[in-house]
């Protein structure tokens, strides 16, 4: 098996890992806009070098290479704002040019516009540098995790490679964030087109645990084997597995914890804000950055508390508020990104043992894997969605059989609220693989969780 | 750009069968406003390049934004070995034949230029739609966005294609919450960026903006203190703003045939259909005839080619209730032997090219809205997508809409807030009992189809008439 080791190092620098060419240039970019601007401006940098490799049916149904990058340039003038975004090469003599025709354009189109009372100017002083290097697979090494799932119906994709981002701005603040780094996402399926889901990523590969998942997922599998039980709809105690949890707690940066939501009618928690719905005072969510293979910085330059309380125990204590935000409705910031949405979610464990969950359960539902949620009725925090993978009608604390598929429509108010028995003593890092237009950074860390009077409904 | 495409490709040195590159340049311009002030003023430019090499039976792709001949020499050889290192382990081994050799030109039609409307007056027609929008204080938030699209495509191969697509592409959004208390009702100009549509800025403002403007105000006021929509299986008629997304998730995504070939079921999920179906199936009522058509004059999905340089074509994949056709590309066709369309489409230069949706439209039948609801005794009216959930197989789904009417004795009645319905697919369009007609045919579309491994957002278009289904489950929210 060959590992491929990042080849466009140029040069070390004291006390940090080596510069890219893309660290490199973007520096460089920087340079040359404080020379040329003299307006307020902001630089972002988004860009990776990936490899895609999609199975199915334990072969390779495509495969390929994506070399991207885009730079963002916000110009402020006078109250008023216009940004431009063109691609990043990672050649200054291709990227300048570029860079400074969409400045020219911004100068020009900036006063031109109303004014935005909200712009956010910029005045910190904040620099980092975060580099964290792995090992990626070579594309025949890709091709070769196929053999010990030869026997299997094993689909999926796996992703790596580079992930860069940086920051500057007028005000000389400077932020560089790389990441090498590698997920496979993967189903198994059977004869009756049951499946179960495993998910590997880190910074380095270990075939060790590339197969422990895969034995995991083989044994699920069997038991995904036993006839399928059809549940009726109703209400039924429910475990949801940190994979599951993961997907509700997505709905909370969706019209949730955003102060702009917040104060604009689009959140599911002006209710809880308001006092006139409660959650547990088991559930406590928060921002964690400490373990996040995430930026700290954000569309600002500025940077995010470690740690920041949103919902501790059950109370709304803190939502996410931008620096724009802060000036629309004079509260402070706390650093949240623009799009105000939670970007290192951590949800508290419980007292829930594993070997409890069932016990626990003793009759009802264990979801491993929900899909496709949305809100239902997005005032009352109610969100349906579909049970999906390997889910199990549970009867005196041990797995009776898989489930055909269920609907449900359930309120957050009641999962995390005066539904919620207990959290799992134990969490998981759940990595967000998304790929839509790159690959994603980030992940949340959840227990699992157990709910009386889930709701089904279809 | 073609001259730079080919040269890369005729002094290509790896020993593939085929080599093809997808060159794409978008130029995006967006401008929102909410309230009294703008959100952002945005331009935006992609450029970059897929370059696709067929080698061993397998195609490997790289994609880059570097669009000197030298990277792009480097990203062949890239994408040879890509294809090499797969081609033990290939799905299918494919030929030429995925690749046929094709010529031509695709530039969709306006009348007024992107560059037309400049960014200033455009800015003080959104702030007007904002201040109109805001009908009572009640009203808690306005927004109105627009942004135009100019997506140019160069496509040349080994085996002689070359093919130039221009789309010119206006999307407008507005929308308003109102907000009483713990009540709030959000009421939108048809769905979030569903007037989605090719062409120039001739299509915003329209002749009508002003009035449906007027009109979203005074509905989201209104829904505050509608009544909610009831728990019961009733007649539902659906109108074309919400007939867009019941087409789109379940008849245009079961019919993928990538997905019931399986390449979806780690992600989006497979589908209820089975590759046997197709020829035999009765998908739902007779009253049901369903096309796939990119060649509708300013539909948000129309095209000359695919992206992998199919001619597109008008065809049926539904006919009087048959299935007849699935979404599949030549690839897919390939696999499933099963007859499909022109539908192999990338989001853009750095995706590869998968079975998507173009546009998916009912065709009109023959009552009008008013023979429809007379023919009505008791019913619920639902206009406008506000949610949609549906299972991996496409077979179990709930909607919900952001405004109702109540139908009693053929009439139009009480406003409902909160609509939702849920059904099971086949269940659902064989209870399909009445078709408007033409008069009653609407066209929308979106921008956010969401697909594939690497993910890829699309372009869909969906035009339908206003339809009736029997003994649905509708319900509404928390008392």
């Known amino acids: 098996m060959t590992v491929a ?25 920087a340079e040359a806009l404080m020379d040329r601007c003299k307006d307020g401006f902001t630089l972002t940098l988004s860009g990776e070098d990936s490899q895609f490799t999609r199975f199915n049916r334990a072969r390779i149904r495509q495969t390929g290479t994506v070399s991207d990058g885009s730079l963002t340039l916000s110009v402020m003038q006078a109250e008023r704002t216009a940004a431009g975004t063109v691609p990043f090469v990672g050649e200054f003599e291709t990227d300048w040019p570029r ?36 090992a990626t697979l070579g594309v025949d090494a890709i091709a070769a995790l196929l053999t010990p799932v030869q026997t299997l119906d094993f689909t999926g994709i796996y992703a790596s490679g580079l992930i860069f981002r940086g920051y500057a701005d007028s005000a000389g603040q400077r932020h560089w964030f790389e990441s090498t780094s590698h997920s496979l996402d993967f189903s198994l399926f059977d004869a009756q087109n049951r499946a179960v889901k495993g998910t590997v990523a880190g910074s380095e590969w270990h075939q060790g645990k590339f197969l422990d998942k895969i034995t995991q997922a083989k044994h699920q599998l069997t038991l995904m084997a036993r006839p399928a039980k059809t549940i009726d709809r109703g209400q039924y105690r429910t475990y949801l597995a940190p994979t ?17 939501d917040l104060q604009q009618g689009n959140s599911a928690f002006n209710l809880l804000r308001q006092g006139k719905r409660q959650l547990s005072d088991k559930f406590t969510l928060q921002e964690n950055f400490q373990q996040a293979n995430m930026p700290r ?16 125990r059950g109370q709304l204590v803190n939502s996410l508020v931008s620096s724009r935000s802060a000036k629309e409705y004079q509260t402070p910031s706390n650093y949240a990104s623009r799009g105000e949405y939670l970007r290192a979610p951590e949800i508290l464990p419980g007292s829930l043992a594993a070997d ?19 809100w239902s009725d997005h005032p009352n925090g109610r969100v349906t969605g579909m049970t999906r993978y390997a889910c199990f009608w549970v009867e005196k604390g041990e797995i009776v059989a898989p489930i055909e598929n269920l609907r449900f429509d359930e309120s957050l108010y009641h999962c995390f609220g005066d539904g919620l028995i207990d959290l799992t003593n134990f969490q998981e890092t759940i990595p967000d693989i998304d790929t839509y237009d790159r690959r994603s950074l980030g992940d949340s860390c959840v227990p699992g969780i157990l709910v009386d009077n889930f709701t089904y409904t279809l | 750009m073609f001259k730079l495409l080919s040269d890369v490709v005729t002094t290509a040195t790896v020993p593939a069968d085929w080599v093809g590159i997808r060159a794409v340049k978008d130029t995006t311009k967006t401008c929102t406003i909410r309230d009294t002030h703008p959100e952002g003023n945005t331009q935006q430019l992609g450029h970059g390049a897929m370059v696709e090499v067929l080698a061993g039976g397998q195609f490997g792709y790289s994609a880059t934004n570097n669009l000197k001949p030298e990277s792009l020499a480097a990203a062949v050889a890239a994408a040879y070995d890509q294809a090499m290192a797969a081609s033990a382990w290939s799905l299918h081994r494919f030929t030429v034949a995925a690749r046929p050799r094709a010529t031509g030109r695709y530039v969709s039609s306006y009348r007024k230029g992107l560059d037309t409307l400049p960014p200033a007056e455009l800015n003080q027609i959104l702030l007007q739609v904002c201040d109109r929008l805001k009908v009572s204080d009640k009203i808690a938030q306005t927004t109105a966005s627009a942004r135009s699209h100019d997506i140019e495509t160069w496509f040349v191969s080994s085996n002689g294609s070359e093919i130039y697509q221009r789309e010119h592409l206006v999307e407008t959004h507005f929308g308003t919450i109102a907000q009483d208390g713990p009540i709030t009702q959000m009421r939108t100009d048809h769905g979030y960026l569903a007037q989605s549509y090719q062409g120039g800025w001739e299509l915003f403002p329209g002749l009508d903006l002003w009035q449906r403007v007027q009109q979203v105000g005074e509905q989201a006021l209104a829904l505050l203190h509608a009544d909610n929509c009831p728990d019961l299986t009733t007649t539902l008629v659906l109108a074309p703003d919400q007939m867009m997304l019941q087409i789109h998730e379940s008849i245009g995504h079961p019919l993928e045939l990538d997905r019931i070939l399986g390449d979806e079921r780690n992600y989006a999920g497979g589908s209820f259909i089975k590759l046997e179906d197709f020829g035999s199936l009765a998908y739902g009522s007779e009253l049901m005839n369903v096309t796939f058509d990119p060649t509708v004059p300013g539909e948000l999905a129309s095209y000359g080619f695919d992206d992998v340089g199919t001619p597109a074509k008008r065809e049926h994949l539904i006919r009087g209730g048959k299935l007849e056709r699935g979404l599949g590309g030549l690839e897919s066709q390939q696999r499933s032997q099963v007859p499909g369309v022109a539908n192999s489409r990338a989001s853009s230069w750095n995706r590869p090219a998968i079975d998507r949706m173009a546009n998916i439209n009912l065709e009109p039948g023959d009552r009008s809205f008013e023979q429809m609801i007379a023919a009505i005794e008791h019913g619920i009216y639902m206009e406008t997508n506000r949610s949609w959930s549906i299972d991996d197989q496409r077979h179990k789904f709930q909607f919900g809409c952001e405004y109702a009417r109540l139908i009693e004795d053929g009439q139009l009645t009480h406003t409902l807030k909160n609509p939702n319905y849920r059904s099971i697919t086949p269940q659902f369009w064989h209870s399909l009992s009445q078709v408007g007609d033409r008069s009653t045919w609407e066209m929308y579309g979106t921008p956010f189809c969401g697909k594939g491994e690497p993910n890829q957002l699309i372009r869909v278009g969906h035009g339908s008439p206003v339809c009736a289904f029997d003994n649905i489950e509708v319900f509404g929210g928390a008392v």
């Open chain 1, 356 to 374: 409890q969950v069932l016990s626990g359960l003793e009759r009802g539902l264990y979801l491993s894997n929900l899909h496709y949620l949305n």
């Open chain 1, 5 to 29: 080791k990042a080849d466009n190092v140029l040069n070390p620098i004291e006390k940090g890992a080596a510069v890219t060419r893309q660290e490199l240039v973007f520096g460089q970019l």
């Open chain 1, 99 to 134: 860079l400074e025709a969409t400045l020219t354009d911004l100068q020009t189109l900036v006063p031109q516009l109303p004014v935005d009372p909200f712009v956010v100017l910029p005045t910190g002083s904040a620099t980092s540098r975060t580099v964290n290097r792995g």
């Open chain 1, 244 to 260: 599951a949890v993961a997907e509700l707690l997505a709905m909370f940066s969706w019209g949730g914890v955003g102060e702009a």
């Open chain 1, 297 to 312: 910085f954000n569309s600002y330059g500025e940077v995010a508390p470690p740690q920041l309380p949103i919902i501790q």
